[in-house]
């Protein structure tokens, strides 16, 4: 099993940045793809950033890309999701999800993840 903590969230400007972390504990997560998703408040959870087991593969949501950078240090067992320009169309629960199996064909895909965190919230003001 994997355990998932998310943190860093938090109410902050637009045009502001956050770093969000997300800690597992339980088994190195050395193996596993990682990803990011988001759910704001009335929609579906959605695909937000996905990092390969060894770091060299990124993918983002169109409307993320070039503002939000992920990354994972596997030998603190944590992946980051850095957030530059934050709009108030990014005001929304953030998780973090990891699977093992998942290929990177199916990064996008939340039903290839077996492991989610509980969220962390961020809202964005204008």
């Known amino acids: 099993q994997v ?5 860093g969230g938090g109410l902050v400007q637009a045009g502001d940045s956050l770093r969000l972390s997300c800690a597992a504990s339980g088994r190195t997560i050395s193996g596993y793809t990682m990803a990011w998703f988001r759910q704001a408040p009335g929609k579906e959870r959605e695909f937000v950033s996905a990092i390969a087991w060894s770091g060299g593969n990124t993918d983002y949501a169109d409307s993320m890309r070039g503002r939000f950078t992920i ?12 957030m530059n320009s934050l709009a108030t169309g990014d005001t929304a629960v953030y998780y973090c999800a990891a699977s093992l199996r998942v290929p990177w064909s199916g990064r996008v895909f939340q039903s290839v993840y077996a492991y989610w965190g509980q969220g962390t919230q961020v809202t964005v003001s204008s």
């Open 71 to 82: 990354s994972r240090d596997n030998a603190k067992n944590t992946i980051y999701l850095q």
């Open 3 to 7: 355990q998932l903590v998310e943190s």
